[in-house]
């Protein structure tokens, strides 16, 4: 985790979206070491029960609830919830994706419509549901996970590439809709993180390559980026909005 301590972060209530596993978990478990109440949603019941349990000895313990966030009122329903039990969202992260490899051919409409709804349609709606408590309280944080795989053009992600490049438009969009109100929208733009499911795609000879094709030569890890959200959200980053910040490690 990150060495940085964050006061403004400090008991502040925290969505992570898709916050069981990989950058997510990694998302989850540094909010809540700065001590923010941090909620955490997901469909992955075994992770994410197993991240919960294995920071319950923080205070206050991340939370995770159960949300399938294609379904857009139960994604309502949590988030109304949420404000119920912990108070208004002060910081959304809308991480939760799912980068499955598909090719042209093999795109229904009804894969296309699934793909959308996983990967770019819930973040407008997650912004959506916490947006007016942020306008009450005249400030609030929404980070944008979007991917550095549609700036490089990879293959076999058409979907998934159309969805992140959408992320950056709607992050511009709504951090000018929302600035006038004190809420701060950006987007953070991973490389090839090292998680378990990244690595599944990779053999040590690919790994290698994206290495190589980095300016520095190191494997970036999840908590890596956490450092960057931790700081995009706290007091410390006040007037940064509307923008996109890599975490790639510079790789062309």
Request: charged share 25%; aromatic share 8%; hydrophobic share 45%.
């Amino acid at each position: 985790m990150s060495s940085n301590s964050y006061p403004s972060l400090k008991a502040r209530v925290v969505v992570v979206t898709g916050g069981g596993s990989g950058i997510g978990a990694a998302l989850t478990e540094g909010f809540a070491r700065q001590g923010a109440q941090v909620v955490f949603l997901d469909v992955a019941d075994e992770d994410s029960k197993a991240l919960e349990a294995s920071l319950a000895g923080l205070s206050p313990a991340p939370k995770y609830r159960h949300c399938d966030l294609t379904d857009l009122a139960a994604l309502e329903t949590c988030f109304a919830d949420i404000a119920r039990i912990h108070g208004p969202v002060e910081v959304l992260v809308n991480n939760a994706a799912n980068d499955d490899r598909h090719s042209l051919g093999d795109v229904t409409p009804e894969y296309w419509d699934n793909r959308i709804a996983v990967n770019l349609r819930h973040l407008f709606f997650c912004a959506k549901a916490v947006a007016p408590a942020m306008k009450d309280k005249g400030e609030g944080v929404i980070l944008n996970l979007g991917s550095i795989s549609w700036h490089l053009g990879l293959p076999d992600l058409a979907l998934y590439e159309t969805a992140k490049a959408g992320i950056e438009g709607m992050t511009r969009a709504l951090a000018r809709e929302l600035g006038v109100d004190g809420i701060r929208v950006a987007c953070i733009v991973p490389g090839n993180v090292k998680t378990p499911r990244q690595m599944k795609w990779y053999t040590p000879e690919g790994e290698a390559e994206i290495v190589a094709a980095q300016c520095l030569k190191g494997r970036i890890e999840p908590k890596d980026v956490a450092a960057l959200a931790m700081f995009l959200a706290s007091d410390d980053a006040r007037f940064i909005t509307g923008h996109e910040y890599f975490v790639d490690a510079g790789w062309r």
